[in-house]
């Protein structure tokens, strides 16, 4: 049965998406009074033919160069002789099938202005562009992005599964969380504010070997001998998880420099989308703690095999781990 488990693990492992968070990047820039260019970037995970047909809409807006030709980077101009004041512009995202769970991020760069940024959800595929934005909008906007980012995360939620597996009791899982919460969050304000930068290759590589590392301490635990003294992983569980920690609030930073900051809210920005993060983070350790109570209460099979079953899971997550560690370090060198 485990044979048959790692085969069948090695298979899936290629399917799982590790954070990949990246938007659907569109610029909308004032070039004069009255011409408007529209520039997109989509992540490469489109299959050929699937990408959307990105383009401006507002009533006193022509096209006069672009076409209607989709791909994965791409511009249009814009001719617009603005007669309604009211009419307010908007970003139309037409996809040939589907949205395959891709945010929008749309900037908006008026003539002498200050830039403007709307956050979207994969639901919607007409986004308006507002004509000023506010404190509460940018809140609101990293605040849902930073959960989202957590929760589409793989990586990041399989480390928080093995530090919730080594923690153990609820008082070491609260002291083990929140030590990760303070150090994510020093390097992710470092990363962000470009005061310390490490190579996105290379910091996606230690992530994946930090998973490694901790599934294959959570089996040399369990298997060891009575007797046996405890690994400094588990003597110290703060101290580990504060300094992979560090490690991991520069894989925040990806996503959140991709997204962009706001100029004149950075630090509003930059505190929302921790703080969506964190609740994210807190919405798949209450879920995890909630299907383990459960299942243990109300599964007698469970509850029997649950130390076989809890080695499964760990297998499976040092080999996924381990899968992306060598995908990485390919794409590294």
Not at 18 to 31: F, I
Request: hydrophobic share 50%.
């Amino acid at each position: 049965m485990r044979s048959l488990f790692f085969a069948l693990t090695l298979l899936l492992c290629g399917w799982v998406v590790a954070d990949e968070a990246r938007p659907v990047y569109v610029e909308v820039t004032e070039n004069s009074v009255s011409q408007y260019l529209l520039k997109w970037k989509v992540p490469p995970v489109m299959p050929d033919g699937q990408e959307p047909r990105i383009k401006l809409q507002h009533p006193d807006c022509l096209l006069v160069n672009g076409g209607n030709a989709a791909g994965l980077i791409g511009r249009r101009l814009y001719q617009c002789e603005i007669k309604d004041a009211e009419a307010a512009f908007a970003v139309v995202l037409d996809y040939p099938r589907s949205n395959p769970a891709l945010t929008s991020l749309i900037v908006f760069k008026p003539f002498n202005e200050e830039p403007i940024q709307v956050f979207s959800g994969p639901e919607k595929t007409t986004v308006n562009i507002p004509l000023a934005t506010s404190a509460g909008v940018v809140a609101k906007q990293y605040t849902v992005a930073g959960i989202e980012h957590i929760l589409v995360g793989t990586d990041h939620l399989l480390f928080v599964l093995c530090l919730i597996i080594i923690a153990g009791g609820f008082r070491r899982l609260l002291l083990t969380v929140t030590g990760f919460t303070i150090a994510h969050s020093i390097t992710l304000t470092l990363a962000t504010l470009d005061i310390f930068r490490l190579p996105t290759e290379l910091v996606e590589l230690l992530i994946a070997l930090s998973i490694v590392l901790l599934a294959v301490e959570i089996i040399k635990h369990n298997r060891a001998e009575e007797g046996t003294p405890l690994s400094f992983t588990w003597r110290y569980p703060v101290s580990a998880s504060s300094a992979f920690g560090l490690l991991h609030g520069f894989g925040f930073a990806v996503v959140l420099q991709e997204l962009g900051l706001p100029a004149s809210m950075k630090v509003q920005a930059l505190l929302f989308f921790n703080i969506g993060v964190e609740l994210g983070q807190l919405l798949f350790i209450a879920a995890v703690l909630a299907l383990v109570f459960v299942a243990l209460r109300y599964i007698t099979a469970v509850s029997k095999h649950r130390s076989v079953l809890a080695e499964i899971v760990v297998y499976g997550v040092g080999i996924t781990g381990a899968y992306w560690l060598f995908e990485r370090f390919g794409l590294l060198f």
